[in-house]
């Protein structure tokens, strides 16, 4: 089961969420490639009960897709009530500020984190904001459970990055086609948004999300390509 994070607030682009790019919100696209994948049941977006973050319920009801209400700055405990509710096994965390997704690097490290029993697993790099996270339910479980340090409470799987002694961790490199690290494919900022809008205008959009290696055919601005 995928959880996707969104909410509304955002420093440097707030609403960036609902932005949309050729007629679908950065949420809806990314919902779209991450149901994409084999291995995902089903999304869940995971917001909070902020009043402005009622636009990304409308959204979610629209698209007809399950959402969950928690905390805004506790992403942490977000995530475990959430699993509470909904029961995953396996939890792969998304954001929704990134709409280019790489859809196969969720079969594979979901794949690996059973077939190797691990914890947490999450491939190297890939393309700035492609990439998804891989845990179990325990983990996220026992996480929630043993750290209080806001830092670790704001982002969800930081701690278990930072405890390779309590969690089996596996970070594998990406395919060969696929390690672009310097390539930007995420929204933070009005380049950001600028260049998905031109990157993705690149194509006519039917059927299936496309590869994400389609893409890499058009280099960013040096200043848009720095994460």
């Known amino acids: 089961m995928a959880f996707l ?46 009043n402005e973050d009622n636009a990304i319920v409308a959204e979610c009801e629209r698209l007809g897709v399950p959402f969950y209400r928690g905390p805004e700055d506790d992403v942490l405990a977000r995530y475990f009530e959430a699993a509470e509710i909904f029961r995953p096994e396996i939890v792969i965390r998304a954001t929704a500020d990134n709409p280019l997704i790489e859809i196969g690097s969720i079969e594979r490290i979901v794949t690996t984190l059973r077939s190797s029993g691990l914890d947490y697993c999450m491939e190297k790099a890939l393309p700035f904001g492609a990439a998804t996270e891989a845990m179990t339910a325990a983990a996220l479980a026992k996480t929630h459970a043993v750290t209080r340090d806001p830092e670790h409470r704001e982002h969800v799987t930081l701690y278990i990055k930072e405890h390779p002694d309590e969690f089996r961790i596996l970070l594998p490199d990406a395919p060969v086609s696929l390690r672009r690290p310097d390539f930007r494919v995420t929204v933070d900022t009005p380049e950001d948004y600028a260049f998905m809008e031109l990157l993705i205008g690149r194509f006519s959009e039917t059927g299936s999300p496309r590869p994400l290696e389609d893409y890499f055919d058009i280099e960013a601005p040096p200043s848009v390509c720095m994460p």
């Open 5 to 50: 994070q969104a909410r509304m607030g955002s420093r440097r682009l707030p609403g960036k969420t609902l932005m949309k790019i050729h007629g679908s919100s950065i949420l809806e696209r990314a919902i779209l490639r991450l149901k994409a994948s084999p291995v995902v049941d089903a999304v869940v977006v995971l917001t909070t009960r902020q």
